[in-house]
């Protein structure tokens, strides 16, 4: 039977769907998960199911697992493939002993989070440390990540890669706008936001990463979020402040910035503009109502330097 | 709902089968265009379906008007008032925040509550994209150069066209429009090259464009003064082959998707980055964009036809205005001007060459292309900063001799050099594709696409950097 262009044309496509989603069933997996549309959101997960019980029956996963193997350790071979040199003055890595009281220069800092510190903030942060004495300065930001979605990304892997590549003794973190949704575990274990379980398992996640922070002597100043103008984003960034606000209260190297009331008016609400040293008003906030503008970044920078003086040397 | 995500591909299945099922019944099939189209954009935010819809009826309704006046200065007082009204919703959207500040500061002066301009504007994505083509309908039924489009939902469809919505390529009625008549093309020509453009447009995004974004483009950009000459100078090299790969990707997804529907498009790019000189690469980059400012900015302006000086001056202007297109920054008007400036000098030296018999012609080529492609790049600068100020950051940084020392990241040489050498072989990569297909029964070509979509996943990287023109 001759099929026409554009038939076979549908064929393919629909092939291809069927084909790449059962060999790449795991991954399929994960985006199903975020599919608000429940019948396919069902369908789709029903697919992968089916897909993962005939790898399993054929016995294929021993080919599946070494495959990812092969993939994971072609993406690492970059950091084999470094062209190093030597940089004059490198610093040595922190040797104090916990309790942190005082750090002590030259600084190797590490700036980590999401959006805020991929562009909004951070590399306005990453400036201002670069301007004092004996620092240096590395900054991680990944778009749309946090501790909520580790089968998304696995911010407990990356942080150790991160440590093991620089030799850090500070690290600034700032999580938060995305991880108001549902917490999904590597094991696909889903727990609902605002399930009583909910702020518990964040709590150890956040502390299980500070704990690898602790382990490696970095003290971690962890940036709170700042109040955001959507009732709806707001709640969930006050609730989880208060996650990273109480876990790090019970650990010996962490200062919690609060955020909130420094981008908020004077009766402690959300404002999109908010007054210089002249008293002038200016845009402080993105259009989004979340992120800060080069105004609002250099608002929340002077707090923070002025609230880590008490831990660093601010001296240019 | 963006192109190379899984949902797309659902969606455009189902799309597809619907597409050549309807066929047969023109207006249903019309209709359903316009309706998957108008929730594909629903998809970013359904409130910008409100604005495309008073896009589409007004320029369809002006048109009207365009269309039955007379005297001539009546249709060119309607014209005036639809490209205005076009323009200053584009300009609305697009500098609203940008020129808020000012506004408010001045508000504040003369004693009224900043409060009233505490408003903000999101740019609804494709904006920039579709008013054009509505803008040029407008201008082409003015010259008559189009019959006027009697049917709305025709009109409408022109406009929103969800493969060609947010990113191009900028399609002219002409060329749309009859495409949608009698039920539209009744089969795909060339199935096996509108798949070999999405591959190509994947992998170009998901595997190139991505990797250096993350690995090296957005960190030494955002903070050069941390980071060492080398680096920031593969910083400038990846981000040309970055925004290669972004935006022609992009446009040779549409170009196959659209294809795959039985609608022909325009190619968008045809290896910019050997071009021997600015007017060559303004031939090669973003073709559906030049030849817009070419036919309703540059030739409006005077062209070619009142003398040397105006030539320059027209040259300027167009491409001051493809700065303020581009984004709402001072960057982009310095983009622009400088790419201005690119033109002027190539012509002048394409005259000075014509004058007199150059032996050394081959020479001169390679020449050319090496000064055009490094001109090229390093303009870029102003295309990628923040603002101004980062721009100069990163000149700054390129020329200090004493930076600090940086490990660079191998891959990323690797891939530059590579980009580069794809940028040349890139069209018989196309056609290698097209022919292993053909030689392929129906599911072995489905094995094959598979499985070159999953090695694209696969060397891509875990998440994909949104695309940059979406901003525009």
């Known amino acids: 039977?001759?099929?026409?262009?554009?038939?076979?044309?549908?064929?393919?496509?629909?092939?291809?769907?069927?084909?790449?989603?059962?060999?790449?069933?795991?991954?399929?997996?994960?985006?199903?998960?975020?599919?608000?549309?429940?019948?396919?959101?069902?369908?789709?997960?029903?697919?992968?199911?089916?897909?993962?019980?005939?790898?399993?029956?054929?016995?294929?996963?021993?080919?599946?697992?070494?495959?990812?193997?092969?993939?994971?350790?072609?993406?690492?071979?970059?950091?084999?493939?470094?062209?190093?040199?030597?940089?004059?003055?490198?610093?040595?890595?922190?040797?104090?002993?916990?309790?942190?009281?005082?750090?002590?220069?030259?600084?190797?800092i590490l700036i980590v989070g999401d959006s805020f510190i991929a562009e909004s903030f951070g590399p306005a942060l990453e400036k201002e440390l670069l301007s004092l004495k004996d620092v240096q300065v590395f900054r991680k930001g990944i778009y749309s990540t946090g501790f909520s979605r580790p089968d998304y990304f696995n911010w407990e892997e990356e942080i150790n890669k991160l440590i093991s590549e620089k030799r850090l003794n500070i690290a600034f973190v700032m999580f938060g706008a995305n991880d108001g949704q549902d917490q999904t575990s590597l094991n696909k274990k889903v727990i609902h936001y605002g399930d009583k379980e909910w702020n518990p398992e964040y709590g150890r996640r956040v502390a299980r990463f500070l704990k690898i922070l602790e382990d490696h002597q970095i003290f971690v100043f962890w940036i709170g979020n700042p109040i955001a103008r959507d009732k709806y984003y707001a709640d969930k960034m006050a609730n989880l402040n208060s996650v990273y606000e109480s876990v790090c209260q019970e650990c010996p190297n962490c200062l919690y910035l609060e955020t909130w009331s420094v981008l908020a008016t004077l009766e402690g609400k959300y404002s999109a503009y908010l007054a210089d040293e002249n008293g002038q008003k200016r845009l402080a906030r993105?259009?989004?109502?979340?992120?800060?503008?080069?105004?609002?970044?250099?608002?929340?920078?002077?707090?923070?330097?002025?609230?880590?003086?008490?831990?660093?040397?601010?001296?240019? | 709902m963006l192109f190379p995500t899984f949902s797309f591909f659902i969606f455009f299945a189902v799309v597809l089968s619907l597409n050549w099922l309807l066929k047969r019944k023109p207006f249903w099939w019309r209709v359903?265009?316009?309706?998957?189209?108008?929730?594909?954009?629903?998809?970013?935010?359904?409130?910008?379906?409100?604005?495309?819809?008073?896009?589409?009826?007004?320029?369809?309704?002006?048109?009207?008007?365009?269309?039955?006046?007379s005297p001539e200065a009546r249709k060119k007082t309607w014209l005036a008032i639809i490209v205005g009204f076009d323009v200053l919703i584009l300009a609305l959207f697009k500098y609203f925040n940008f020129f808020q500040e000012g506004a408010d500061i001045l508000l504040n002066k003369i004693g009224f509550s900043s409060n009233?301009?505490?408003?903000?504007?999101?740019?609804?994505?494709?904006?920039?994209?579709?008013?054009?083509?509505?803008?040029?309908?407008?201008?082409?039924?003015?010259?008559?150069?189009?019959?006027?489009?009697?049917?709305?939902?025709?009109?409408?469809?022109?406009?929103?066209?969800?493969?060609?919505?947010?990113?191009?390529?900028?399609?002219?009625?002409?060329?749309?429009?009859?495409?949608?008549?009698?039920?539209?093309?009744?089969?795909?020509?060339?199935?096996?090259?509108?798949?070999?453009?999405?591959?190509?447009?994947?992998?170009?995004?998901?595997?190139?464009?991505?990797?250096?974004?993350?690995?090296?483009?957005?960190?030494?950009?955002?903070?050069?003064?941390?980071?060492?000459?080398?680096?920031?100078?593969?910083?400038?090299?990846?981000?040309?082959?970055?925004?290669?790969?972004?935006?022609?990707?992009?446009s040779d997804m549409a170009i196959g998707i659209a294809g795959l529907m039985g609608f022909r498009s325009p190619a968008n790019f045809n290896a910019p980055y050997l071009s021997v000189d600015f007017q060559d690469f303004w031939r090669r980059w973003h073709i559906t964009l030049s030849n817009w400012l070419r036919d309703y900015v540059y030739i409006p302006l005077g062209g070619n036809r009142k003398g040397r000086a105006r030539i320059y001056l027209n040259l300027m202007a167009t491409m001051f205005v493809s700065g303020l297109w581009h984004g709402n920054g001072i960057q982009f008007i310095v983009w622009g001007l400088l790419h201005g400036l690119g033109l002027a000098f190539s012509r002048i030296k394409a005259e000075i060459m014509a004058q007199g018999r150059n032996q050394f012609v081959r020479l001169e080529k390679i020449l050319s292309w090496f000064i055009t492609l490094n001109a090229i790049c390093f303009l870029w600068i102003f295309f990628r900063a923040q603002n101004l100020q980062n721009a100069f950051d990163i000149i700054k940084q390129l020329f200090n001799w004493k930076s600090a020392s940086e490990s660079i990241n191998l891959y990323v040489v690797g891939l530059i050099f590579l980009s580069f050498l794809g940028f040349i072989f890139g069209q018989r990569v196309k056609e290698l594709l097209i022919s292993l297909q053909k030689r392929l029964p129906l599911f072995l070509q489905a094995l094959f696409l598979a499985a070159m979509i999953i090695l694209i996943i696969k060397l891509g990287p875990d998440i994909v950097p949104p695309f940059i023109y979406f901003k525009f």
């Open chain 2, 32 to 69: 359903f265009l316009l309706l998957v189209s108008y929730f594909f954009y629903a998809t970013w935010d359904i409130r910008f379906l409100a604005l495309i819809f008073v896009i589409s009826f007004s320029n369809y309704f002006s048109a009207f008007l365009i269309n039955s006046s």
């Open chain 1, 1 to 108: 039977m001759k099929l026409s262009n554009s038939t076979k044309s549908v064929v393919i496509i629909i092939l291809v769907l069927l084909i790449v989603s059962f060999y790449e069933s795991k991954r399929v997996e994960v985006l199903s998960v975020t599919i608000e549309n429940p019948i396919l959101r069902s369908l789709s997960l029903a697919y992968t199911a089916k897909a993962e019980s005939i790898k399993s029956f054929l016995g294929l996963e021993f080919f599946f697992n070494g495959e990812e193997n092969f993939w994971q350790y072609l993406k690492k071979l970059p950091e084999n493939l470094v062209y190093k040199q030597e940089i004059p003055g490198s610093i040595p890595g922190h040797e104090s002993p916990i309790p942190f009281l005082t750090i002590n220069p030259p600084y190797n």
């Open chain 2, 116 to 250: 009233l301009l505490f408003l903000h504007v999101i740019l609804p994505i494709g904006l920039s994209f579709y008013i054009l083509r509505a803008i040029s309908y407008n201008i082409d039924v003015f010259h008559k150069k189009i019959p006027l489009e009697k049917s709305f939902l025709d009109l409408a469809i022109y406009v929103s066209f969800f493969p060609q919505l947010l990113s191009g390529p900028i399609l002219r009625a002409q060329d749309f429009l009859v495409q949608l008549k009698d039920g539209g093309a009744k089969a795909i020509e060339n199935p096996e090259e509108n798949f070999a453009l999405i591959l190509t447009g994947l992998f170009k995004k998901i595997v190139i464009a991505s990797y250096l974004t993350t690995n090296i483009v957005d960190d030494v950009f955002a903070v050069p003064q941390n980071h060492s000459q080398l680096a920031v100078l593969l910083a400038i090299y990846a981000f040309a082959v970055v925004i290669y790969c972004d935006f022609s990707g992009y």
């Open chain 1, 286 to 316: 993105a259009s989004d109502g979340i992120h800060t503008t080069a105004f609002g970044s250099q608002i929340l920078l002077k707090e923070i330097m002025d609230r880590i003086k008490v831990k660093i040397s601010l001296q240019k």
